[in-house]
């Protein structure tokens, strides 16, 4: 299954803080960990190899892009648990 993102409305390049509805053709994913009222955070991958981030409360509200290098980082920090504290009682 292919998640890029055919085309940007208008034919701006893609920035950091777009708003999402920009993002034409824009396959959202969030993880099936998400809550039942479906706040999350979701994630595109972009034609340029990019990954848009946007608030699954906000669809219409900006996204933020990552490089894949840094996607990955984060992921890898995720998957070691660097950032359990975060969510830790």
């Keep these: 299954m292919d998640h890029d993102v055919e085309a940007v409305h208008g034919g701006d390049d893609v920035h950091n803080g777009m708003a999402a509805t920009r993002l034409s053709g824009a396959a959202w994913q969030k993880s099936r960990h998400s809550n039942s009222q479906g706040s999350c955070v979701e994630f595109a991958r972009l034609p340029g190899g990019e990954v848009a981030v946007r608030n699954s409360r906000f669809p219409d509200g900006p996204a933020l892009v990552y490089t894949r ?7 890898l920090g995720i998957k070691d648990g660097e950032f359990d504290h975060l969510i830790a009682g």
């Design 69 to 75: 290098a840094e996607i990955e980082a984060m992921l």
